[in-house]
């Protein structure tokens, strides 16, 4: 069965500190991996999507790391500040469908 | 900032009603699709469409319909809204990336129904 499962569930760290989160997917075949953050009330909204052939991506404090061998999936947020509290959320592709696999998320919360 | 726009963010509504649930987009996306987000949970695609005049139903059984007339809009509908039908309702439309050929998707800020 096709499976995107995150870790942790959830994460509270203060502002100003690195943090990292998890994405092991059971996926295939396997086209593409996306993270996406959604705030509160809000929409998800793309941070990065790398295929099978990228390693690490970067967007800003947002860096995501793919190792397709072991369907391992990171995202690593550098210096976190207070507007990085939301929930993130991994999704893996298929293939040439548009059916997405979507992780429950890692809801974060930067303290002050 | 999205260029994808739904109406009501929030409805709070009594069982038995008829509801549509607005979703327009101005970026000329052939690809729009309908998740339902219950909290804590992942995104269900419950309906999708490929164009105007077509509609195909998602992963997720739902009683919601959809309709393509034009190329920027794609409502959902409920006939009889229940309780069970309480949930956020996500609107996306997509591109494909040239390199990868990858759709992404930009999601609408959300439509919370609530059915008493």
């Known amino acids: 069965k096709n499976q995107v499962e995150q870790s942790p569930q959830s994460l509270i760290i203060l502002e100003g500190k690195n943090c990292t989160l998890q994405?092991?997917?059971?996926?295939?075949?396997?086209?593409?991996l996306r993270w996406y953050k959604q705030d509160t009330g809000r929409g998800p909204v793309s941070l990065t999507i790398?295929?099978?052939?990228?390693n690490t991506k970067s967007n800003g404090r947002y860096t995501a790391t793919l190792d397709a061998d072991t369907k391992q999936s990171s995202l690593h947020i550098t210096a976190s500040q207070l507007s990085d509290s939301a929930s993130y959320i991994c999704?893996?592709?298929?293939?040439?469908?548009?059916?997405?696999?979507f992780g429950t998320g890692t809801l974060l919360a930067v303290q002050p | 900032e999205a260029d994808i726009y739904q109406t009501p963010r929030y409805l709070v509504i009594g069982t038995g009603k008829k509801i549509t649930l607005e979703c327009s987009q101005t970026?000329?996306?052939?690809?729009m699709y309908w998740y339902q987000q219950d909290p804590g949970m992942e995104l269900h695609l419950i309906h999708y469409?490929?164009?105007?005049?077509?509609?195909e139903k998602g992963d997720l059984s739902s009683e919601s319909t959809v309709s393509r007339i034009r190329t920027e809009h794609f409502p959902l509908t409920l006939e009889s809204a229940r309780p069970s039908h309480t949930s956020q309702y996500l609107c996306?439309?997509?591109?494909?990336?040239?390199?990868?050929?990858?759709?992404?998707?930009?999601f609408g800020a959300g439509s919370r129904l609530t059915v008493l």
């Open positions: 996306a439309s997509s591109e494909p990336i040239p390199s990868s050929g990858a759709n992404v998707l930009t």
């Open positions: 994405c092991n997917y059971t996926v295939s075949p396997f086209s593409n």
């Open positions: 790398m295929t099978f052939s990228e």
């Open positions: 999704v893996v592709s298929p293939g040439a469908t548009n059916k997405l696999i």
């Open positions: 970026m000329g996306h052939d690809k």
């Open positions: 469409s490929y164009g105007v005049n077509s509609t």
